[in-house]
């Protein structure tokens, strides 16, 4: 819920090298949703970094957002994390 503590980068790290070793599974797509993944963009730039570099380019990394925070500065650093597909969903009353 809100204020409730998140991972650590290193608990996130440490996440990352249990996934599956791509050397023995094939891993199409990771997606990457909430709460909201924004709140801690160091986080998650960092976390988007390590999969990348543990996957590759053959498996396509993906993030669901309800774009509150998600402006051209945060689409950039995504883009540069090698995120490749945005998904925007919101329940607000603006819809």
Do not use: C
């Not at 925070?69 to 995504?78: F, G, I, P, S, V």
Request: charged residues 20%; negative net charge; without cysteine.
């Amino acid at each position: 819920g809100p204020g409730a503590p998140g991972l650590s980068i290193d608990e996130a790290l440490r996440v990352v090298e249990n996934l599956p070793d791509p050397k023995r599974v094939t891993v199409d797509h990771i997606m990457l949703s909430g709460g909201e993944p924004l709140v801690w963009p160091e986080l998650l730039l960092t976390t988007l970094h390590a999969i990348h570099a543990k996957f590759g380019p053959h498996t396509e990394l993906m993030m669901q957002t309800n774009g509150d925070l998600l402006d051209e500065a945060m689409l950039k650093k995504l883009l540069d994390a090698h995120v490749n597909h945005i998904s925007v969903a919101s329940q607000d009353k603006y819809l």
